[in-house]
């Protein structure tokens, strides 16, 4: 068995206690990576000597028992979106193929400090535009369970890698559902924090007020320790919020007795795959049995989410995109006549066509004439939701839901049509527009074998809610390896992923 195999936390136990190197984990790892890449290409760039030379450093101060965190040693990997000093950060586009930064993301700073040793970067949607990994230039991400389906987007190279067990665990961002929904497609753990918990310094920005960083691991429990180490105040970042409780491995505790959990009669409407209704209504039962309070009420508001999203996520990425026009760094186009003509080759030719359908949509709802009646709208409508959502918290302590209204689809099956791409997002887009945390846990696998995931939605800054009910979901399934077939066929059997 790999050492990937294992979560962080069992890997880090191991290192701990002297029973496994960080090299050992490391090598293991960067093996497992050269023996699956070809199948799944759930990198960018792979740091082979970078982490050798990491790994030496982090078990010099594990053994001068400078580092005893539970992540101390345990490989990881960062999504193509935020920046690593020496390292090149793509974001899967042509635009930054050549990009290497000269400093690092403070989340992939606060991982390091933790011990973690980064393996390299994984592929994405070009610019995080897109929920298959499909828009990437450096190629389609595949999905373990099956190659011939994606693995969502557009943190779906990260979450690839965990599901593929080349490594034990990934960060990723999520604008609208990035962590969340290729999650639930590749049948592992992720989280998106509340908006402002995690530092967005060296993020390469789609939309500013939407962005957050958040772990993908195997287990509730990788996700808690990942979010105490890359939870921290950062004043390079305006928007980063001071919490005094980040002890989010406390919350692990098998027992939600008492807690209300409410599930929105509007998420189980037209559109919703009989199969994933199924798995996530023996997942409410699953709760129920231990003792949680489950009712359906009304969340209103949710139809006007994914246009509300569309337009102030485009409008703040053709605003944040405007920097990439062959000036200072990125692509440049090699043939232009005058300045004007350089911009414009350069950014015709550097991005791909999600990115600039929605640098388009963003420029026309920002330009004069439409601004009102398209931009000023979506964020009137953003308030409405956050407030339906504070309505609902007011009675609930979580809201429980599907990730994604329909399992992994088939590779090339999305982008002819990029509306239905976009009507993909609607459980996970709200969470994005109230700032709220929300994570994605397994809840079983289709006809097709293909994972389906359970979301679980928190108050701001009540994580600790949320992983105490995903934790104690988690201890009535076992973890289920994608290429384990004798557990695949049982899981498939008892409805449990």
Not at 54 to 82: M, Y
Not at 275 to 304: C, H, P, R, W
Request: glycine content about 10%; overall charge neutral.
């Amino acid at each position: 068995m790999s050492l990937t195999s294992l979560t962080a936390v069992a890997l880090g136990r191991l290192i701990q206690a002297k029973e496994v190197s960080v090299e050992e984990a490391v090598r293991d790892a960067l093996g497992q990576i050269r023996e699956k890449e070809a199948g799944v290409h759930s990198f960018i760039s792979i740091d082979e000597e970078g982490a050798i030379e990491q790994a030496r450093e982090v078990q010099k101060k594990i053994d001068d028992g400078q580092l005893a965190g539970p992540l101390a040693g345990v490989p990881a990997a960062v999504k193509d979106n935020l920046c690593t000093k020496g390292l090149r950060t793509t974001c899967g586009s042509k635009m930054l193929a050549d990009f290497v930064p000269t400093y690092t993301a403070q989340a992939v700073a606060d991982l390091r400090r933790a011990g973690a040793v980064i393996l390299g970067k994984t592929n994405m949607d070009e610019f995080a535009m897109g929920s298959t990994t499909e828009t990437s230039y450096f190629g389609a991400t595949k999905n373990p369970w099956n190659e011939a389906y994606v693995p969502g987007g557009s943190s779906g190279g990260s979450c690839a890698a965990v599901a593929a067990e080349q490594v034990s665990y990934a960060l990723g961002s999520d604008t609208g559902g990035s962590i969340r929904q290729p999650s639930a497609f590749c049948g592992v753990t992720g989280i998106k924090p509340t908006y402002g918990s995690v530092s967005r310094y060296g993020l390469v920005a789609y939309g500013s007020s939407l962005d957050q960083i958040g772990p993908v691991a195997k287990d509730v429990t990788d996700c808690a320790a990942i979010l105490e180490a890359i939870v921290t105040y950062d004043p390079k970042d305006s928007t980063s919020v001071k919490r005094a409780d980040t002890d989010f491995m406390s919350a692990l505790v098998d027992d939600v007795k008492g807690m209300k959990i409410g599930v929105p009669r509007d998420y189980f409407t037209e559109g919703l795959e009989p199969e994933i209704n199924a798995a996530i209504q023996n997942a409410m039962q699953v709760l129920k049995q231990k003792g949680a309070q489950v009712e359906t009420f009304d969340l209103s508001l949710v139809q006007y989410a994914i246009p509300a999203y569309y337009v102030i996520a485009c409008a703040e990425a053709s605003s944040n995109l405007e920097r990439f026009d062959g000036v200072k760094y990125g692509y440049r186009t090699p043939e232009y006549d005058g300045l004007h003509q350089m911009y414009k080759k350069s950014r015709s030719e550097g991005f791909g066509a999600e990115v600039k359908r929605r640098i388009m949509l963003g420029s026309f709802v920002l330009s004069s004439g439409y601004y009102d009646a398209y931009y000023l709208k979506a964020l009137r409508t953003k308030a409405l939701i956050c407030q339906a959502f504070d309505r609902a918290f007011a009675s609930y302590d979580m809201i429980l839901g599907p990730a994604a209204p329909t399992t992994a689809p088939r590779i090339g099956s999305s982008l002819s049509d990029p509306i239905k791409m976009y009507l993909g997002d609607i459980y996970t887009v709200a969470v994005n527009l109230a700032g709220l945390p929300g994570i994605s846990i397994p809840v079983g696998l289709d006809a097709k074998g293909l994972p389906i995931g359970m979301q679980l939605i928190g108050d701001r800054f009540q994580e600790k809610k949320i992983l105490r009910a995903a934790y104690a979901f988690e201890q009535a399934r076992p973890y289920v390896h994608c290429k384990g077939s004798k557990q695949r066929k049982g899981a498939a059997e008892n409805g449990r992923g």
